[in-house]
């Protein structure tokens, strides 16, 4: 009876260490939304530059992570920096026009869409309820991008929809990761020479410009909420459903909306408390049918 005991209360710490671990990543998450904004309200720094300090200062914090733990061996592929860069990139053009919680909704709205169709096309089986918690989150989408006065500009909308279609991917990529840090580093690492282009075509039109203020919003955005918080993801990813973790990171908008109105003084519209609310709900509802088995 004790050893039954034991074993049941280490499962539980077991869990309880992963569920915190991925309420960790998707603080994470939040907090890139939030650092990105800060830089670039202000004009402290150009998006590109911005993109560019965050996967460098991200690579090095994950190089340095693979040193302490003795892995010497890039993992990662160019396919996982591809999508890395163009989510990162695209995230850093749209933030100059959108606050902190419409760009991250907009964003894992994406991000829930292509997960469900990836895993769909995989053969992963569609549970109903999780199925229809994800309509109910996505209609909160909608919500927030129908026409009206409050509406963000479409282009930048545009930009962070396929900004979250690129992280999307890259979160199925992670998938199949068996040294989180290590791919991590190789995918950081791989997505710096399209940086470095990105970059340059920048730097000819002469629209680099950047503040000591810019660049540490973009070190944090790199070394804490990007490096440690994708590896992260990448070691919980693994242990759940692609349609769990789509709907999981639909939270994000949420933290990021809460933060922008406390941290940036952003407006809390009724569109975006009412599109939160129901992003919350479909959430809730999709959780609470992926506990429960397919049968069959």
């Avoid at 992963?124 to 989408?141: C, D, N, Q, S, W």
């Avoid at 503040?211 to 973009?218: N, S």
């Avoid at 109105?261 to 599109?275: Q, Y």
């Amino acid at each position: 009876m004790a050893g039954s005991r034991e074993l049941s209360d280490q499962g539980a710490s077991h869990e309880l260490l992963w569920a915190g671990a991925t309420l960790l990543s998707l603080i994470a998450f939040a907090a890139n939304s939030i650092f990105c904004r800060l830089a670039l309200r202000s004009g402290d720094i150009d998006p590109e530059s911005f993109t560019a300090i965050r996967l460098l200062s991200g690579a090095i914090f994950l190089l340095v992570l693979m040193k302490g733990q003795g892995t010497g061996t890039l993992g990662g592929s160019w396919r996982g920096g591809l999508y890395l860069f163009v989510y990162a990139y695209l995230f850093s053009l749209a933030y100059t026009h959108l606050d902190a919680g419409v760009g991250a909704l907009i964003l894992f709205g994406a991000v829930q869409i292509t997960m469900f169709v990836l895993a769909w096309a995989n053969g992963e089986k569609l549970r109903p309820k999780v199925a229809t918690g994800m309509l109910i989150a996505f209609a909160g989408l909608i919500v927030l991008l129908s026409p009206g006065g409050s509406a963000p500009p479409l282009l930048s909308a545009l930009a962070m929809v396929i900004a979250g279609a690129a992280w999307g991917i890259y979160s199925m990529l992670g998938k199949a990761s068996t040294n989180p840090v290590s791919d991590s580093a190789g995918n950081f690492l791989r997505s710096l020479p399209l940086v470095g282009l990105a970059g340059a075509v920048t730097f000819a039109q002469g629209q680099v410009f950047m503040t000591p203020a810019g660049a540490l919003y973009a070190v944090a955005s790199g070394a804490l909420a990007s490096g440690a918080g994708y590896a992260l993801w990448y070691a919980v990813i693994a242990r759940m459903s692609a349609q769990t973790a789509a709907t999981l990171q639909l939270s994000v908008p949420v933290i990021a909306s809460v933060a922008g109105v406390i941290l940036l003084d952003e407006p809390l519209s009724a569109r975006l408390l009412l599109a939160s609310l129901i992003v919350l709900g479909g959430i809730g509802f999709a959780l609470l049918g992926a506990r429960r088995k397919p049968q069959g």
